[in-house]
């Protein structure tokens, strides 16, 4: 805080030095202020396609963009975050909240479906924690026609991310601070060690009562122990400690400093920037120790995008982007990438551990644990070292484009080269810690018995990850218009991206593209482009195969006709379509080649030696890329001069080639099968937007826009088994569909459960299952009398996932305020596992609130939840049915933001071209019919964050 | 001038572009780091080193045991002991809930697994240029292992698909259908036959100690015959089920007709072994030790081992509860059953129930079978220099629902292969290898086959070594408890017990009750333990507790094959009872 608060000081400071510096090289004018929106006003009619921008009314591929000034309202890590809700036919799902070195922790993207490739100015990048304001534009493009020049990479659609680069004209420095203040989202409340104690007795008795062999002694409560925890008179032998309170913090915060400069002359421009990001970790602190444990990250960008004119007709450019990201986290450990998941252990064992387990500490201050319990959750968090990781990335692009106007005027040849590099270092400085269980004897003398072994703080440290690519391009492009009437737009490219990871041999896609768009009189436009690439995985001898893939597009932008051209009142409007077939390129690491990998040691000898052993894996010889027949049709306009704006549009993508084990796999076979290219899917679906911008006086503008797109898949061809039922066919519903049993509610009495009618069909149960009241009935599809895999159906949603975002927002003289509103519909949640149900791991498991309204004979017509049990109940809690697979649509308030920006008046005083305060917040609301859980987020899971965010921006 | 510049770029240009395809000539254009085909196989490595590392591989496919299932040995689930924790997948067995989608231990992909890399390993290993005398052991042992999967097979399902030395292809047709069981046991007795003599004979060198040899295919082959002549697979079957006759005619779940004779054959594939070899040995009193048959790794009573690292996860995971090691806290998962400690005679050879036999209820560990304290703790053995303690509030089953949630169901715990720790203070590494086929085994086969034959006193005489080797007094006329004019249905219930406690935990019993078709009787009711009360005055209380209750049907003699192979293969028929499409 204090930091902060010196650094901003500082700026004020500095600012009027700066400013007079620079002052002399540029004249201050009002036209000043308008400077970045005005750039990104010409951006919106520009469209930045893969490799070239275009007008939005010259082209018939597919797309939606995005742009600085609404990327920058969200307060998040990356990009994926940033574009929820704003770009039509994406959806985002974010399932961890966990500061991660790669910004990309349980965040998934998808485009009509499929998981779109992502490209930063043009290249396939994975880095995606690039700084937002670093972005000019997010562009997604969604059909064929668009990723046509991608080949063999097209055929899921892809993410087009566009850095900023300088313009002639002045300079704009531009210093934006941000401070936010995180609070997690729902998380589920435990019980306390009362009502745990109470209601696992309840299980008991419940167990007892259908289960013979079930060990009640060793599991029941004492009335002493009951009177305990009501009292709660033993804090050491009976305890109560809410774990998620002890460990957790209730807020956290998060910093973003940015600083860019853009600007330039006739001779060069220029965007340069830097940032500084530090998020803190939920997890509590101890001032004891001398280091830090919170799993914190801080991460520090720079970014240089300078553009050269050597000469009138020679131009070149260099990009250049350095990240440094460190990581801190406690340092318990349960896996080989410690670094991500130590937190996460910590989360599990929240919840999974019960307020009753042991005391946090004993009454001589050492650490509690019982045998059951030996990882003290906060000795995990604190007392357990810490451990360190460093990412440090490089990127570096640089082109040199001639333009050779005297071959032809409009023609231009262009070569570019990438190289980047990564490293991910940990470092792990952690140590165990001993727990120890306290006993009173009868006489009253206390022992200890210890658990875990002490041992010395580890100090090492290893490579995770080390990465480099290199890319190389040649482009020759052709754009005129000759006559004001036949437009061309040609380009034609060939390139190589080369990208390798640790030790293995680099993966590299080869070819070339090109793309010729003609229109006419800009109102027939006609475009075809294609992909000839491949990659160096396939047969034979890795040497690199090639695969052809046109697509074409037709648009007609009927408001240049004449009939329509004196029409006022339509502004603008194209119907568009394209067709074409697309590659994706997914062949594994020489997966081709059949190899021997090591297998578990063999021992022989006395002394059993340990001898190395190779297994065989089979390879598909055969393996070649995915495919896709991708359609698209829409239209497009705005009325009342560009007042309200529409788009309606269809797609219909028809994948085939798919990579995936064959249905039919039979253990004969003696071993795993390999993926073959063998599945069919179909994706289709509708997208509409509407929008309306629209200035009232000269004071007051305000703008509304909503998209809403269906998103409908379906199997076609999986090699699937001869189902013995049709409801249990796969093939011809959705691409991942659900499948489980269908739930239809809770047996009120036994009644109910002796008279079940035809083969007890009614009252159907699992083999060998004793059904009691309050048990889930569920449905017996086959009317066998046994439920059994005989009787999984799909269940969830059937139907196609609507997906919408509404942003809207106004400016008022000095105030600007924006809101966007993101939710998914048909869309189902699998709510079970340890965080969710009772007294799980053999009754030593953790209980939520939620279990107090479980059924009992009392509360029989209330019950939310089934009668209670120890462990994974056969029929209750093992089987996947629609009792526990919830409804999971969600609408959430993504973003909040206000702004005020002072007056000019204002700021000639204090000598700032533009000074703007703004407050903001992310994931402010949720409206889900769900309970205690997130909507996107398992519960157990790091929960993602609330952010309240308070910031200002100075430009001079 | 502005040539010269078109020029530059131009060079530029093109240099680029040149990079852009000249680079990809680079040496290593596919890994060769991976182990292919011709490197496995290599035609000029005179010692076949990665063609010995895949051999090694499939030594891995033996079978194993312990704690396997679930976390719990298999013999949990055939009523010699239960499982201590609740909701167990061993429990499936017992608790009526078998189909074919639960089956904890289905076996199926892992044997057929295993058989695809043996034929693999002997459709190549000719190419590599390894001497005989390496060589011919090598292929003798992959046959024995494939044999001895088909076994495994067998004694779950009956009769199963052979499919020879073929190794499939993505392309094949993968319907297969069923042999015989006539034809399973016949495929796997001759391949013993045709490897034996190329096979490594008895004693092997200390460090080949696992690998198979000579003496393991005798052993197989006795075993596979005395399945086969048993009453399950020897004309039994199962056959309360809709289509069960046919499967039984067919051959499939059975020999379709009895034959007695079929005993014969255990009884001379028996005394091949016995003529084999001098060098398997049983002591005649309990010296060395009974238990150190299961921690030596080479003892002359051991025929083949699975062999491990040196461990102790055995003794973590079933000692006693309160016993803590390097600070983790024994599991205590096993519980063996009041029944099976009852099964135990007293030290004079006599059945606990029988007059004379020296049994007090008031004192009922005292004076049993040695074979007792090593195969199970009860209150008051000797371990960590403390008596274990399983009264009720004991060390061992406190009853505590916070500290201890899992303790002994019956009041006992497993004890046997575990090393002597009566007088430590933390547990050692430990040989635990899984013992495949042992001495005693064969003895007993012996003896239950010529029992069987009706030769009885012949029986007796091989019964009389185990019970020496126990460490059971030689009683009236030398005869360790066995009565004199034993009648041969009473001789084939001693048979049974003495092949319950010689050989409890190693996975047999489990197998016994279905191949004798003795499941109803042995593995179906009320399971008992005791609870005991620990006296004001220092003694205990013993009473007898009902545990648990186990179900078993008619239909869990042969176990389900797995469901997704039946719906996946038109031709494979299903074990009678289970579900019942095909």
């Known amino acids: 805080m204090r930091n902060r608060f010196i650094l901003f000081k500082l700026f004020l400071i500095l600012t009027p030095c700066l400013s007079s510096e620079i002052s002399f090289a540029q004249k201050r004018d009002n036209t000043l202020q308008a400077d970045t929106s005005a750039r990104q006003d010409t951006a919106t009619k520009y469209l930045q396609l893969l490799y070239n921008k275009t007008a939005r009314h010259l082209t018939a591929a597919s797309t939606d963009a995005v742009y600085t000034k609404d990327l920058v309202k969200s307060q998040v890590t990356n990009v994926y975050n940033a574009v929820t809700g704003r770009l039509s036919g994406v959806l985002t799902n974010q399932s961890s909240g966990m500061p991660s070195a790669d910004g990309l922790s349980g965040v998934s993207l998808s485009l009509r479906g499929r998981n779109p490739l992502v490209l930063v100015d043009g290249i396939p990048r994975s880095l995606l924690s690039i700084s937002l304001e670093d972005i000019e534009s997010v562009t997604v493009l969604k059909d064929a026609l668009a990723t046509a020049m991608l080949g063999v990479r097209g055929a899921n659609g892809a993410l087009v991310i566009t850095t900023r680069k ?72 009976h305890p109560n400690v809410n774990w998620k309170d002890q460990v957790l913090r209730k807020s956290s915060k998060f910093n973003r400093y940015n600083l860019n400069a853009t600007g330039g002359s006739k001779y060069a421009q220029y965007f340069i920037a830097l940032e500084h990001l530090s998020q803190q970790g939920l997890l509590k602190t101890n001032d004891a120790n001398p280091y830090n444990t919170n799993n914190d990250i801080k991460s520090y960008m720079a970014r240089a995008n300078v553009d050269i004119n050597i000469k009138p007709n020679l131009t070149a450019g260099i990009y250049v982007m350095g990240r440094l990201i460190n990581g801190n986290t406690p340092g318990v450990s349960t896996s080989t990438v410690a670094a991500d998941n130590t937190a996460s252990s910590i989360f599990s064992n929240i919840w999974a551990t019960p307020n009753n387990a042991y005391p946090v500490f004993n009454s001589d201050g050492s650490l509690g644990g019982v045998s059951q319990f030996t990882n003290n959750i906060w000795a995990q968090a604190t007392a357990s070292g810490y451990r360190l990781s460093y990412t440090r990335d490089l990127l570096s692009d640089f082109y040199l484009k001639r333009t050779l106007n005297e071959i032809t005027p409009g023609l231009f040849i262009k070569a570019r080269a990438s190289y980047s590099a990564n490293v991910l270092e940990d470092i792990n400085r952690s140590k165990p810690f001993v727990v120890y269980q306290q006993q009173t004897a009868t006489n009253g003398d206390i022992t200890y018995k210890s658990y875990n072994t002490l041992a010395d703080q580890a100090n090492l440290n290893s490579i995770r990850n080390q990465g480099r690519g290199d890319y190389l391009e040649l482009s020759l492009g052709y754009n005129r218009v000759f006559n004001s009437t036949h437009g061309f737009d040609i380009l034609l490219l060939a390139n190589r991206d080369n990208t390798a990871s640790g030790p293995d041999l680099p993966y590299t896609i080869t070819g070339g593209s090109g793309k010729f768009s003609y229109n006419f009189k800009e109102k027939y436009v006609a475009e075809f482009a294609f992909g000839l690439n491949g990659s160096n995985r396939y047969p034979d001898h890795g040497n690199t195969k090639y695969g052809f893939f046109p697509a074409g597009g037709l648009a007609w932008n009927i408001d240049k006709e004449d009939f329509l051209s004196g029409s006022s009142a339509i502004s603008s409007l194209k119907l568009f379509t394209s067709y074409g077939i697309t590659g994706w390129d997914n062949p594994g690491y020489f997966s081709y080649i059949k190899r021997w990998n090591s297998g578990s040691n063999a021992y022989f000898g006395t002394s059993a030696g340990a001898f190395g052993s190779l297994a065989e894996q089979i390879n598909n010889p055969d393996i070649t890329w995915e495919k896709a027949k991708k359609f698209n049709l829409g239209l497009q306009g705005s009325v009342l001069n560009h007042a309200l704006g529409f788009s309606i549009e269809y797609y219909n993508n028809k994948y085939y080639d798919l990579l995936m084990q064959r249905g039919k796999t039979i253990a004969f076979f003696g071993n795993s099968y390999p993926n073959q290219n063998i599945g069919k899917n179909r994706y289709s ?69 002796d008279n079940g009618g035809k083969n007890n069909a009614a009252a159907a149960t699992f083999i060998g299952y004793t059904p009691q009241p309050g048990d889930i009935r569920y449905k017996d599809l ?26 809207l927002g106004f400016r008022f003289k000095s105030f600007d305020f924006s809101a966007l509103l993101q939710g998914v519909a048909n869309r189902f949640v699998d709510l079970r596992g340890n965080a969710y149900f009772e007294f799980q791991n053999n009754g030593s498991g953790q209980a939520y609130e939620n279990h107090l309204n479980r059924w009992t004979p009392q509360t029989a017509a209330t019950a939310t939840y089934p009668r209670l049990s120890i462990g994974n109940n056969v029929n209750n809690q093992q089987p996947f049915s629609t009792y526990w697979y919830k409804n999971g649509d969600y609408v959430r308030l993504k973003n909040l933001e206000i702004g005020y920006t002072l007056p000019a008046v204002a700021l000639k005083v204090i000598k700032l071209n533009s000074l703007r305060l703004f407050v903001n917040g992310l994931n402010l609301a949720t409206f889900t019919g769900l309970d205690g859980v997130d909507p996107e987020v398992n519960r157990g899971a790091y929960p993602i964050q609330k952010l309240y965010n308070f910031g200002v921006n100075v430009k001079l | 001038m502005k040539i010269n510049n078109i020029k530059l770029t131009l060079f530029i240009l093109l240099s680029v572009l040149a990079g852009t395809f000249s680079s990809c000539k680079r040496t290593e254009i596919e890994p060769r780091d991976l182990n292919t085909e011709d490197i496995i196989w290599d035609e000029t490595d005179q010692l076949g080193r990665k063609a010995e590392a895949y051999f090694n591989n499939i030594y891995t496919y033996l079978p194993n045991g312990f704690n396997r299932v679930g976390g719990d040995f298999l013999d949990a689930a055939s009523g010699d002991a239960i499982p201590s924790r609740n909701n167990t997948s061993i429990e499936n067995y017992t608790n009526g809930r078998l189909s074919d989608i639960t089956n904890p231990d289905a076996y199926w992909g892992q044997s057929y697994s295993g058989i695809r890399h043996v034929n693999i390993f002997l459709a190549n290993i000719d190419k590599v240029p390894v001497a005989d005398a390496i060589k011919v052991p090598w292929k003798a042992e992959v046959r ?48 013993c036959d045709a490897i034996k003599n190329d096979l490594k004979t008895d004693p092997i060198i200390d460090n080949l100690v696992g690998r198979i040899t000579k003496g393991a295919a005798l052993a197989l082959k006795c075993r596979t015959y005395l399945y086969a002549a048993s009453p399950l697979l020897n004309g039994g079957a199962v056959t309360n089920y809709t289509g069960a006759q046919a499967l039984k005619t067919a051959g499939i779940t059975s020999y379709p007709v009895q034959d007695d004779t079929r005993w014969q054959k255990v009884i001379q594939a028996a005394e091949e072994f016995f003529a084999y070899s001098t060098y398997f040995v049983i002591p005649t009193s309990n010296n060395p030790a009974y238990y150190t048959i299961f921690t030596n790794k080479k003892n002359a009573e051991v025929i083949l081992a699975k062999q491990v690292a040196n461990n102790f996860d055995l003794e973590i995971n079933n000692s006693p509860v309160s016993y803590i090691n390097n600070n983790t806290a024994a599991q205590g998962r096993t519980s063996p059953t009041q029944s099976f400690v009852d099964a135990f005679p007293t030290n004079t050879g006599l059945a606990i129930s029988e007059t004379g036999s020296g049994y007090n209820a008031a004192n009922p560990y005292a004076n049993r079978d040695p074979r007792l304290a090593a195969t199970v703790f009860y209150n008051g053995l000797t371990w960590f220099k403390r008596g274990v303690e399983t009264f009720e509030g004991g060390l061992d089953k406190k009853n505590d629902p916070i500290a201890q949630p899992v303790q002994t169901k019956t009041g006992y715990y497993l004890r046997k292969f575990m090393g002597d720790f009566s007088n430590s203070t933390s547990f050692s590494n430990q040989s635990h290898n899984f013992i495949l086929f042992r001495l005693a085994e064969v003895i007993l086969n012996y003896a239950e086959a010529l029992n069987e034959v009706n030769r009885v006193e012949d029986a007796v005489t091989q019964l009389i070594k185990i019970r020496r080797r126990a460490g059971i007094t030689a009683g009236v006329a030398n005869r360790y408890g066995i009565k004199a004019g034993i009648t041969q249905s009473e001789l084939r219930d001693l048979i049974r017990n003495e092949r319950r406690i010689e050989l409890a935990f190693e996975e047999h019993r489990f197998w016994d009750v279905r191949r004798w078709k003795i499941g109803s009787s042995a593995i179906s009711g009320p399971v008992y333990g005791t609870k005991i009360t620990k006296n004001a005055n220092g003694t205990y209380s013993y009473e007898k507790v009902q545990v648990g209750n186990m179900v078993f049907e008619e239909k869990q003699y042969l176990l389900p094959i797995p469901y997704d192979e039946i719906v996946k293969d038109g031709n494979l028929k299903q074990n009678p009872g289970w579900s019942e499409f095909n």
Not at chain 1, 186 to 214: H, S, T, W
Not at chain 1, 701 to 710: E, L, M, Q
Not at chain 1, 740 to 750: E, P, V
Not at chain 1, 784 to 805: C, E, F, M, Y
């Open chain 1, 166 to 237: 300088g313009a002639p004209g002045k300079q704009v420095i531009s210093f934006t601070a941000q401070t936010a203040i995180q609070k997690p989202l729902d998380m589920p409340q435990p019980l306390g060690a009362y009502d745990y104690a109470r209601l696992r007795n309840e299980a008991v008795d419940n167990e007892l009562k259908v289960n013979p062999n079930f060990n009640g002694t060793a599991l029941r409560y004492s009335d002493a122990d009951i009177l305990a925890y009501q009292n709660e008179t033993d804090p050491i032998g």
């Open chain 1, 782 to 807: 086959n009317e066998d009398g046994i439920i059994n895999q005989l009787d999984v159906a799909p269940i969830g949603s059937t139907k196609p996932t609507l997906i919408g975002g509404v942003n």
């Open chain 2, 144 to 191: 024995f292992i494939r044999a001895f999967l088909y076994f495994e097979l067998l004694k779950r399902y009956g009769g199963v698909p052979l499919i020879g030395d073929k190794v499939f292809t993505l392309n094949d047709n993968m319907e297969l259908s069923r042999n015989t069981v006539e034809e399973t046991v016949n495929y796997i007795t001759s391949e």
């Open chain 1, 685 to 753: 679906g509708f997208a509409f937007q509407l929008s309306l911008n629209k200035n009232v006086g000269k004071n007051f503008n305000y703008f509304v826009s909503a998209d809403a797109s269906i998103q409908n898949s379906k199997v076609l061809f999986m090699d699937e088994v001869n189902q013995p039922y049709s409801w249990m066919t796969r093939t011809g519903q959705m691409v991942g569909q659900a499948f489980g049993y269908i739930a239809t509610g809770l047996f009120q009495s036994q009644s109910e459960i």
